[in-house]
């Protein structure tokens, strides 16, 4: 398996859900609201045996009339064309962001058209009735629409080697990932598992859903991906976006 982080920058983000830019060294952390967090958007794609996988999407920012995840492709030799399968974990703005882009005409449409996207239905819906400012409906109307989408219920295995399991713990139908090819197993956890340090503490998270089961999970997941020698990857890990137990 070949792994790319596809860092889109650092952000700070407080209670208002807003995602301002951050530069390390530059910028100080103090001088943000009160219980600002420091974070990295970083989707991943992961070339295997038999696909090109997306995993979560970004902010969906532009730069220069570019999608700044199809610039992030083509910088490593990927063309947006090539991406096979979207693997969603959940539909917050800043995993989600990237799912659709908006046309001349005013409509969004699917920012991989050649791919399968894989979304839990009941994500999908609870976002469209949870809306702003955590979610953006009218980015996610496309997947309603778009023959090139799944809709998953609950668990399972998509082509022998990917496995999902809805969590529930950062939002209520949040799901993580296991990809299993040419001996390695590679694990993304989304907002669950967002972090490497956040993986060897005990601690409640107030941003998540359940936080407690989160918690619980990490726990969970850090000892079984010890002993089974997984890769983890970090979607909001400015230091360490891949870890691999040896």
């Known amino acids: 398996m070949t792994i790319i982080p596809l860092g889109e920058g650092a952000f700070t983000i407080d209670k208002t859900k807003v995602f301002v830019p951050f530069e390390p060294g530059k910028d100080d952390l103090q001088e943000r609201s009160a219980g600002s967090l420091l974070v990295e958007i970083q989707p991943f794609v992961v070339v295997t045996t038999e696909d090109v996988l997306l995993i979560d999407t970004g902010l969906g920012f532009e ?28 539909l917050h703005k800043d995993h989600a962001g990237g799912i659709s882009r908006k046309t001349a005409a005013g409509n969004y449409t699917l920012s991989f058209p050649a791919a399968t996207y894989f979304v839990q239905q009941r994500e999908l819906a609870f976002a469209e009735d949870k809306g702003l400012p955590s979610y953006i409906p009218e980015e996610l109307a496309c997947l309603r629409t778009s023959d ?31 990809i299993a090819d040419g001996g390695q197993k590679v694990f993304f956890g989304g ?23 989160s918690m619980e999970l990490r726990k969970q997941w850090w000892e079984e991906g010890s002993a089974e020698k997984w890769t983890f990857l970090f979607y909001h890990d400015i230091k360490a976006p891949v870890f691999s137990f040896e």
Not at 70 to 76: D, K, S
Not at 162 to 167: D, P
């Open 63 to 90: 730069r220069d009339g570019q999608l700044q995840l199809h610039r992030n492709l083509r910088e490593h030799g990927i063309s947006p064309e090539s991406v096979t399968k979207v693997l969603i974990s959940h």
């Open 148 to 178: 090139n989408v799944r809709l998953l219920n609950g668990d399972g295995v998509l082509d022998g080697y990917i496995r999902y399991r809805v969590t529930g713990g950062h939002c209520p139908y949040h799901q993580v990932f296991w």
């Open 191 to 213: 907002d669950e598992a967002p972090q490497l340090g956040q993986m060897k503490h005990k601690f409640v998270a107030k941003y998540d859903f359940d936080g407690k089961k």
